[in-house]
């Protein structure tokens, strides 16, 4: 931005400087139109006035382009956006299933120790009846 204010200042510099310089020949040219010097130095400044617009128009142009490639690039990263929101909206209940699948692993591994444990529980109440009959058979045996 900084070489379009140079360029806009250099711009309003000359134009101050050709208008100061277009107030004091218009009048000698109205008076004189006719005398060649002072038609050539109207026409001269008529024409660098008219430059400067051009110039004008030129940095406003630049800037319009500018703008619309700017536009564009915001327009591109908002149509992005928007997607990734449709993405994530879309995924987030399937993410949200898994993370539920996981956490919930923790619970039923609980659960399985605690089956674990009646189960080692009922092996060992089937070994100690196991060893009462053995032994009784053995008592009775004798």
């Known amino acids: 931005m900084t ?8 711009l309003s510099t000359q134009y101050k400087i050709l208008i100061s310089e277009f107030k004091e020949i218009y009048p000698l040219y109205q008076a004189n139109p006719s005398d060649p010097e002072y ?3 109207f026409n001269n400044l008529q024409t660098q006035i008219q430059n400067i617009f051009t110039m004008l128009e030129d940095i ?8 619309m490639k700017t536009d564009m690039l915001f327009n591109k990263a908002n149509n992005d956006l ?7 909206k ?4 399937k993410l ?3 993370i539920d699948k996981n956490s919930g692993a923790e619970p ?7 089956r674990l444990y009646y ?9 100690l009846l196991l060893g009462s009959v053995f032994y009784s058979f053995s008592k009775l045996a004798k």
Do not use: G
């Open 3 to 10: 070489d379009y204010n140079n360029r806009l200042k250099d």
């Open 39 to 41: 038609e050539a130095i």
């Open 60 to 67: 406003d142009t630049e800037l319009e382009n500018k703008n």
């Open 82 to 88: 928007n997607s990734r929101k449709k993405y994530y």
């Open 90 to 93: 879309n995924t987030k209940p």
């Open 96 to 98: 949200q299933q898994v």
């Open 108 to 114: 039923r591994e609980q659960e399985l120790k605690i």
């Open 119 to 127: 189960k080692y529980a009922d092996f060992i109440y089937i070994i």
